[in-house]
């Protein structure tokens, strides 16, 4: 079982799941609140958060609207 640090903008989730690094990203979004905001990308990694500076070639990542479309979110609607 893996354990991904997924980020993107304030939000910042800990996942442990069976689930590849894409699958985990569009799990995080179902958890975003009111007051969090998401970059254009996703970054996820097992080793800690990541961002645009702290990013490796170990990181993986998505663009948010990838991940958000796969998790069925429709942004037209917001």
């Known amino acids: 079982m893996a354990k991904y640090y997924v980020k993107s903008g304030s939000l910042e989730m800990?996942?442990?799941?069976d689930k590849n690094p894409f699958e985990a990203a569009q799990q995080s979004v179902w958890e975003l609140n009111d007051n969090d905001t998401i970059?254009?990308?996703?970054?996820?990694?097992?080793?800690?958060?990541?961002?645009?500076?702290?990013a490796d070639g170990?990181?993986?990542?998505f663009?948010?609207?990838a991940v958000l479309d796969?998790?069925?979110?429709?942004?037209?609607?917001m």
């Open 14 to 17: 800990i996942f442990a799941s």
């Open 70 to 77: 796969a998790a069925g979110w429709n942004m037209d609607d």
């Open 39 to 54: 970059d254009e990308y996703f970054y996820i990694d097992e080793r800690g958060f990541r961002d645009y500076i702290t």
């Open 63 to 65: 663009k948010s609207m």
């Open 58 to 61: 170990h990181t993986c990542v």
